[in-house]
Nanobody, 125 residues
Framework: VQLQASGGGLVQTGGSLRLSCAASGRTFSSYAMGWFRQAPGKERGIVAVISGSGTNTYYSDSVKGRFTISRDNAKSTVYLQMNSLKPEDTAVYYC???????????????????WGRGTQVTVSS
């Protein structure tokens, strides 16, 4: 599986960005997808997760109500719509794949199988 994340950039506080992660190599709907982020000097942490079918989602408390994860299985792409951005959202954002036999599986607190290169998001105050 290959993952290509895009959509990062520089935005002012309160602004919006949409990240995309295109996957190739296996049947996209057979795996869950997650977005993670890592700020300078901090550990990488989970942001949002979506099941293979797209019916189940998870958000970290810090982004709940502001970010929305979605997927288009026909395009093998997962998205992260980020609204009301704050300076503390500044980080490198990564997408990752978790294989599963269940299209409703929502992997939280577990290791992922493949990772894409990150995309930088910078929110200015």
């Amino acid at each position: 599986v290959q993952l290509q994340a895009s959509g990062g950039g520089l935005v002012q506080t309160g602004g919006s960005l949409r990240l995309s992660c295109a996957a190739s190599g296996r049947t996209f709907s057979s795996y869950a997808m997650g977005w993670f982020r890592q700020a300078p000097g901090k550990e990488r942490g989970i942001v949002a997760v979506i099941s293979g079918s797209g019916t189940n989602t998870y958000y970290s408390d810090s982004v709940k109500g502001r970010f929305t994860i979605s997927r288009d299985n026909a395009k093998s792409t997962v998205y992260l719509q980020m609204n009301s951005l704050k300076p503390e959202d500044t980080a490198v954002y990564y997408c990752a794949v978790k294989f599963s036999s269940s299209s409703r599986y929502l992997p939280v607190g577990t290791s992922y199988d493949y990772w894409g290169r990150g995309t930088q998001v910078t929110v200015s105050s």
